[in-house]
Structure formats: structure tokens, C-alpha cells
């Protein structure tokens, strides 16, 4: 007599946890250890009230005396220590490296969020009616592409605030900001989404869709969108890390994130002023920072690619 065993099936996460990108994942340690920074980072300036020991914005918690305090060293006048020191105004460099973070990744999240919608849509339309409307798009996308996506974030940033009054430009500077990254880097997601789309409006699916009488718009974001959705997740990841780094160019260059809601890149612009008068962790912790997060975000969005291609499969 032979006992049979019936087995449970697989939840979603245990799927997920015995897929090839799963199994791809778990033998990179590239992978990992950039996913584990990119992680602890995101967290901890996401939950910066929490984490930092200070408010660095708050002009009653601060004390001038505490001025150009160094790491890990007691302040003169006062006795306080500081892990990373402190600036000109005696913001405790940690916290304002945590706050900052939650600018920057802010409007780069917020910036690819824009560009993502307005690339994949113009993509598949582009690659799905073709003909003039496929032709006035990609013109426009090559246009765009002859000047630096820099430049362009910075024109679009410069019009955006000459038409906001003067009264309201630091408080709509984060949102300018956004526009301007995201318009500045959607030709990337609407070229590669109307490659794929190309592909797929010949596919069997999409003629039998047309065939039942789809109409065009459900065959689109019905069907297609869902097939070409993993270059551009490749894209998005890849284009988080220049956004972040296109965002700390503006500030650095006092075109970007205001005084009052300071990102790594107007604290970087802060601490080089005082690079050569010795204070040396005003410049160089939020520089860490932003170079840790772009790597990782980087080489996190490098191995997605790989993953992805089924040429390395």
C-alpha cells in the first residue's frame, strides 16, 4: 500500500523567492550589497525624524556655539560632541545629511515618476499608430536628445521660475525641480517603449484583440504596456540615480533645492566654501552620501539590466 502526499501549493512569495531573478539575485553579491545600502539609506532618510539626534532646521534647537565643531570631538565652549561634526551655524552635520537625503531622493523619485508616465505613454503611441503621430514624437525626442538632459533641466528650471512670483519660488522650488528633471529625462523611456511596442503590435494577441473589436487605447494600456514593462523598469532604475544626481548639479550650482529645504547637493555647495579653510566634514560626508547612493542605485539598476536581457540568459 503506498501512501500519497498531496503537495500544498506555492504561496506568491515563496514563487517570487525560486524564480531565475530571485536565484540571480542571491548569487550576486554586487546585487546585494548595493540593494542593502540603497535600502538603509532610503530608510533612514525616510524615517530622519527618528533617526537623527537633531532637527537641523529648527533655529531653537540650534546654537552658534557649536559652530565648526569637528567629528567625534568635544566642542570648545560648550562640551557637545558630534559624530560627524558640525557646520557654520552649528547644524549637527548627520542630521542635516539625513534631512537633506529625504530631498534628493524625493524629487528624483518624484522626477522619474514624471518622466516615466510621460515617456511610456508618448512611446506607445508613438509605436502603436505610427505613421505622422510616430514621426512628430521621435522628432521631438531626437531634438531633446542633442542637448545635455542637464541643460535642459536647467532651461526648463530658469523659465519655470521667472513666471512664479517672487514670494512663492522657495516654496514651489521642490516642484519646479521635479518638472524639470522629468521633462528633461522622458525621450529615454519613450524610444525604448516604442521599440518594444513595434514588436508587440504585430504579436497574435494584439490582432486577435483587434479582432474582437478592442478599441485602441484598451489594446494599448490593456495589453501591450503590460509586455513592455521590464525595460522600463530597468530605465527607471537606472534613470533614479542620474536624477539624483542631476538634482544635487542644480543645487550645487544655486539652481535647484532652496536655503530653507536644503538637498546633498546645496549642502555639498555649502561645505566647498569651507573645503580650504580646514573644515574639511562639511564637504565631505554629504558627498559620501550622494556618491553611495548614485553608486548603489547604479550598479542596483546595472545588474536588474543584465538580469533582464534574455541574450545572458
Known sequence: MTNTTSSKPLSSWQQAWQSDLAWKFR???I????????????????FAPLVAPYNP???GSLNLMNGFTAPLTPNAFTGDEFLLGT?????????TILYGMRISLF??????????LIGVTLGLIAGYFGGWIDAVI???????????????????????KGFTPVEYRDEVAIWVLVIAIGLSDWVQFARVVRGATLVEVNKEYVQAAKLIGRSAWSIIFGHILRNVLSPVLVIATISLALAIIAEATLSFLGAGAPPTQPSLGTLIRVGQGFLFSGEWWILLFPSVTLLSLALAVNLLGDWLRDALNPKLK
Open 27 to 29: 548569487h550576486s553579491p
Open 31 to 46: 546585487a546585494v550589497v548595493s540593494l542593502v545600502i540603497t535600502v538603509l539609506l532610503v530608510l533612514s532618510a525616510v
Open 57 to 59: 532646521f529648527d533655529p
Open 87 to 95: 557646520d557654520d551655524q552649528g547644524r549637527d552635520v548627520f542630521s
Open 107 to 116: 524629487v528624483g523619485f518624484a522626477a522619474v515618476t514624471l518622466g516615466l
Open 138 to 160: 521621435m522628432r521631438i525626442a531626437d531634438v531633446q536628445l542633442t542637448f545635455p538632459s542637464i541643460l535642459v533641466a536647467m532651461l526648463i528650471f530658469g523659465v519655470a
